[in-house]
Every structure is written in structure tokens, then in C-alpha cells.
Nanobody, 124 residues
């Protein structure tokens, strides 16, 4: 059974770059036809899909964050990484990594698997 685990700093200063890593076990990030996403949930708000990297390495981003977001992967470590630049306090959220069989994950999907999440606070 595939498991995902987020890791990274819990506190980031404004204007810096947030960097999170998702370590995947129980399955390869290159397995067809899975997509590996980052989603987040700011306090008191709903889930927001940020972007994804496909089994092929192709990346997808939500338009509102595209200019600040980069998703990459290290297949030798079976990890994928989120970088979000120029962060502000509005980027404070719980960040999750997700696996699904579509670029924008759907929680009702039989292949939807989500990590436990990691809290990131943007503050000076």
C-alpha cells in the first residue's frame, strides 16, 4: 500500500522560498498512470490544488500560483518536491502531498491517497 510523507520547515519568513518534500513508499512515482500533487488548506478555508507532476515527469500548475510554483522529482529517492517562492502570510496552510490517477486529485477516487500533511507558517 502506497504511503506519502511530507517533510520540510514549519516556519518560513516572508519573501523566502518554501520547500517541501514528499517521500513515497510502497510504490514508484514513475508508475503509469499516476500523478503526484500538492494541495494546501489555509486556516478556515477549503483545499486548494497547487500542481502536480506526472509519472512521465510532466508538470501541471494551477494558474493563480504558476508564476511562484515549481514541482520536481528525484526518482532515485522516490521523492517529489514543492517550491513556492516569494511567500506571504497568505501562504500559511497545511500542505499535503497526494497521489491519484489524474492531475487534479479527487478525494472520491479509488486511487486517491494523501499524506498526513505538514503545517507551514509564514511569519517574520
Amino acid at each position: 500500500q502506497v504511503q506519502l510523507q511530507e517533510s520540510g520547515p514549519g516556519l518560513v519568513k516572508p519573501s523566502q522560498t518554501l520547500s517541501l518534500t514528499c517521500t513515497v513508499s510502497g510504490g514508484s512515482i514513475t508508475t503509469k498512470y499516476y500523478y503526484w500533487s500538492w494541495i494546501r488548506q489555509p486556516p478556515g478555508k477549503g483545499l486548494e490544488w497547487m500542481g502536480a507532476i506526472a509519472y512521465s515527469g510532466i508538470t501541471y500548475y494551477t494558474p493563480s500560483l504558476k508564476s511562484r510554483t515549481s514541482i520536481s522529482r528525484d526518482t532515485s529517492k522516490n521523492q517529489f518536491t514543492l517550491q513556492l517562492s516569494s511567500v506571504t502570510p497568505e501562504d500559511t496552510a497545511v500542505y499535503y502531498c497526494v497521489r491519484d490517477q489524474q492531475p487534479q486529485p479527487y478525494s472520491g477516487s479509488g486511487s486517491y491517497t494523501r499524506g498526513q500533511g505538514t503545517q507551514v507558517t509564514v511569519s517574520s
